[in-house]
């Protein structure tokens, strides 16, 4: 399984930002696919999740702001982040599980990707 994200860049509070996932060697309607991002010093935390019938979840601080989604037929997965806030810099990772439990826990997920930094300006 291999993982690759693509997207990151530098920001401004208030624009918007897609981040993609391209997934390869999982079936993405087989997993629960997940997006966790780690600022520095602090720990990863969980940002959304799709399960593979694609209901999804949010952390309580992108509700509103941010939608996961995903093809299944090109194996992608994306994150859709607006009005984001001016914050520290963050790495994305997206993250695949084989199982809908406990989708906001790290130790879940078997398959990490590298990430992708968004830094925000202030």
């Known amino acids: 399984v291999q993982l690759v994200e693509s997207g990151g860049g530098l920001v401004q509070p208030g624009d918007s930002l897609r981040l993609s996932c391209a997934a390869s060697?999982?079936?993405?309607?087989?997993?629960?696919m997940a997006w966790f991002r780690q600022a520095p010093g602090k720990e990863r935390e969980f940002t959304a999740a799709i399960w593979a019938s694609g209901f999804q979840f949010y952390g309580d601080s992108v509700k509103d702001r941010f939608t996961i989604s995903k093809n299944n037929a090109r194996s992608t997965v994306s994150l859709q982040m607006n009005t984001l806030k001016p914050e520290a810099p963050a790495v994305y990772s997206c993250?695949?599980?084989?199982?809908?439990?406990?989708?906001?826990?790290?130790?879940?997920?078997?398959?990490w990707g590298q990430g992708t930094q968004v830094p925000v300006s202030s």
């Open positions: 993250a695949a599980q084989y199982g809908p439990s406990s989708y906001s826990a790290l130790a879940q997920y078997s398959h």
């Open positions: 060697g999982v079936a993405l309607n087989n997993v629960t």
